[in-house]
């Protein structure tokens, strides 16, 4: 069976600003990434973003940042690879005590913005928070974005790890993203190609027009795109036409 996990980004709005479309978004994806409230998200929003993933079983992991809300947590800090352990296990006990108040559990662990790059750049940083995550939960899954982390965590026998591509954004050669200063609305039918693509040979096309090594299980999908409810539409369509199934991370490691 071809399967594939399709995550996204969540619960980043706090107080009065509204950040992405989750109530539109959630339905059509597998993991949701939510916010632990450094980078983004605050705890009312974390329980509402909770409770609608698990009205619509989808499966709940922790994005935590750098603890800096006005720059979204992408800006440099100097932190040591203890100070960012302890960002992460705040982070997830956060978002474990709203999880469990609906009887539901944290599955994985995404890193976000600088503090993501911080971990590609820094092994000791990387294994620093692996360690952290596997003293709260074991069982917790790992969701990398960059080959580097990804690599580091599959030399941790107790935990799990997978791999996620790009399918709204542009590749390099070199297989790091592209990110644009302004989005703008995506082609489905090309986006669902791609998700085609890395489900069914794990490569996709790089921007120079060769073909690039993506061995991804998961897929990210931005949902503060201004169509990205027409992309996972679409990709749902095209993963039914294709026989691919639709599973959550749990069971794809």
Not at 9 to 15: A, C, P, T, V
Not at 47 to 52: K, N
Not at 116 to 133: F, K, N
Not at 140 to 152: G, H, S, W
Request: charged content about 25%; hydrophobic content about 40%.
């Amino acid at each position: 069976m071809t399967a594939i996990d399709i995550n996204c980004d969540m619960g980043e709005s706090f107080g009065n600003w509204t950040m992405g479309r989750d109530s539109e978004v959630m339905p059509y994806i597998t993991s949701a990434n939510i916010a632990g409230g450094y980078h983004a998200g605050d705890p009312h929003v974390m329980r509402e973003t909770v409770e609608l993933a698990a009205e619509h079983d989808v499966g709940i992991g922790v994005h935590p940042g750098l603890p800096d809300k006005m720059g979204f947590g992408r800006r440099t800090m100097d932190a040591t690879p203890e100070e960012v352990r302890d960002y992460v296990v705040y982070q997830l006990g956060a978002l474990t005590a709203f999880a469990n108040r609906h009887g539901a559990s944290v599955q994985h662990v995404k890193p976000h913005g600088a503090m993501y790059s911080m971990l590609s750049e820094s092994e000791a940083h990387c294994r620093a928070v692996m360690e952290g995550m596997l003293e709260v939960d074991p069982d917790l899954v790992y969701l990398a974005t960059d080959m580097n982390i990804y690599e580091v965590a599959r030399e941790y026998d107790e935990l799990d790890a997978v791999f996620e591509g790009y399918v709204d954004l542009d590749y390099n050669p070199d297989r790091t993203l592209i990110v644009e200063k302004s989005v703008g609305p995506k082609d489905p039918e090309l986006v669902a190609d791609r998700v085609v693509s890395i489900a069914t040979r794990g490569e996709i096309e790089a921007v120079d027009g060769t073909t690039i090594n993506v061995p991804a299980s998961s897929i990210c999908i931005h949902g503060d795109g201004s169509n990205a409810v027409e992309l996972l539409e679409t990709i749902h369509d095209r993963l039914d036409a294709e026989g691919i199934e639709l599973a959550s991370l749990d069971e794809l490691v």
